[in-house]
T-cell receptor
């Protein structure tokens, strides 16, 4: 069974469109994250949710809006897509027991290409 | 603010040779340190982590890392690499007691194993 899954795996779209990426984890974790990995492989956190509550919100344009319908799901909606949004987006989850020392489990990534 | 520097962007090594991937961090408080590996077209997975205690940490696939507080380093080593170790390796740091874990990643080191 896949622990952290994301859909779609690939997403190709035109500038100006709105798109969503879905993430689900079946690990029973309380905390979920979204990361962006750019073309140089640099990985940066975007958001974190704990039990459906937004905990971390980095300096991300407000065109990006995370939504957590329940603690097993964290979706990422992006409005008015721009060329610079092209990247690989990773979802991750962890069980917050060690106050910063927990292992994060990553999904396979969604490669977003904006044309 | 925390930061992580991986001193080598690429490391080519021959199969069965030893390897060291270097990582330095900066933080004003006590930290947790991690090494994650990303195989081609996959998400990240944890290799090992340092929380406290012994400064030599052993991880999966024969990797180990040594935490050196005075040099603020957490270098990753393997005595004999295999072709299957070809991947991108990320060093990361998080601070304790902050609620949802905020991982700050280094730029990554691409390890290429040549036969």
């Amino acid at each position: 069974d896949t622990a952290v899954s994301q859909t779609p795996k690939y997403l190709v779209t035109q500038m100006g469109n709105d798109k969503s990426i879905k993430c689900e984890q079946n690990l029973g974790h309380d905390t979920m994250y979204w990361y962006k990995q750019d073309s140089k492989k640099f990985l940066k956190i975007m958001f974190s949710y704990n039990n459906k509550e937004l905990i971390i919100n980095e300096t991300v344009p407000n065109r990006f809006s995370p939504k957590s319908p329940d603690k097993a799901h964290l979706n990422l909606h992006i409005n008015s897509l721009e060329l610079g949004d092209s990247a690989v987006y990773f979802c991750a989850s962890s069980q917050e027991r060690l106050a910063g020392g927990d292992t994060q489990y990553f999904g396979p990534g969604t490669r977003l290409t904006v044309l | 603010a925390q930061s992580v520097t991986q001193l080598d962007s690429q490391v080519p090594v021959f199969e069965e040779a030893p390897v060291e991937l270097r990582c330095n961090y900066s933080s004003s408080v006590s930290v947790y340190l991690f090494w994650y590996v990303q195989y081609p077209n996959q998400g990240l997975q944890l290799l090992l982590k340092y929380l406290s205690g012994s400064t030599l940490v052993k991880g999966i696939n024969g990797f180990e890392a040594e935490f050196n507080k005075s040099q603020t380093s957490f270098h990753l080593r393997k005595p004999s690499v295999h072709i299957s170790d070809t991947a991108e390796y990320f060093c990361a740091v998080s601070e304790g007691g902050q609620g949802a874990q905020k991982l700050v990643f280094g730029q990554g080191t691409r390890l290429t194993i040549n036969p």
